[in-house]
């Protein structure tokens, strides 16, 4: 199955300012490759898709890049409500596989 | 909003089968434009995919869950379920169910990705 691995675990961050996130696959994914935001005691939330595209509703904030093995999610201005746990997820290859999850902390 | 709902017991003994049901709101299950997954996260851990299913009945698994995973719709009730047999303390977990859009405008191709998900349910392993 494809491992991947999710950079740093936890990342503290000033509001305001930029936060990047990395996520790096075992094989390449190409541009299959979504990205979830959890709150605590929340349900994981569809941010991006194949890669670059956000979902329904997500700020333009948030920014997705990458493909093949190296993928990055940025978001340009840290709001309050951006402090969570980021999930980055293949689905290129069955079966589907999760990053272990990237903590933005406030700073 | 779609708002997906799992139900089910929030405890169950070791060597025994977990049980949980997902309900969807409105005939979403029948139209054939989803496919329907179940996603579970161990405390303080990441995300695990289970398998999903289609309103037809088609399924498929983790590999590292075949052997003692099922799954299962029901249209009538608009609900899916999971089953998951010979339960030990690794499978304490939030088990969320999650939908995969698979048709938008009469036009489908697999997504893969999930852009609904319900609340999640603990569901603890012991005796």
């Known amino acids: 199955e494809i491992v991947m691995t999710q950079s740093p675990v936890t990342l503290s961050v000033s509001p305001g300012k930029r936060a990047t996130l990395s996520c790096r696959a075992s094989?390449?994914?190409?541009?299959?490759l979504a990205w979830y935001q959890q709150k605590p005691g929340q349900a994981p939330r569809l941010l991006i898709y194949g890669a670059s595209t956000r979902a329904t509703g997500i700020p333009a904030r948030f920014s997705g890049s990458g493909s093949g093995t190296e993928f990055t999610l940025t978001i340009s201005s840290l709001q309050s409500e951006d402090f969570a746990v980021y999930h980055c997820q293949q689905y290129k290859k069955w079966p589907l596989t999760f990053g272990g999850g990237a903590k933005v902390e406030i700073k | 909003q779609v708002q997906l709902q799992e139900s089910g017991p929030g405890l169950a003994k070791p060597s025994q089968t977990l049980s949980l049901t997902c309900t969807v709101p409105g005939d979403s299950i029948s139209s054939g434009d989803y496919f329907w997954n179940w996603i579970r996260q161990p405390p303080g851990k990441g995300l695990e995919w289970i398998g999903y299913i289609h309103y037809g009945g088609s399924t498929y698994y983790n590999p590292s869950l075949k052997s003692r995973v099922a799954i299962s719709v029901d249209t009538s009730k608009n609900q899916f379920s999971l089953s998951l047999s010979s339960v030990n303390a690794s499978d304490t977990a939030v088990y969320y169910c999650?939908?995969?859009?698979?048709?938008?405008?009469?036009?489908?191709?697999?997504?893969?990705?999930?852009?609904?998900w319900g609340q999640g349910t603990l569901v603890t392993v012991s005796s």
């Open positions: 999650a939908r995969e859009t698979y048709c938008i405008g009469g036009s489908c191709s697999r997504s893969s990705y999930f852009d609904q």
């Open positions: 094989q390449s994914v190409g541009s299959n």
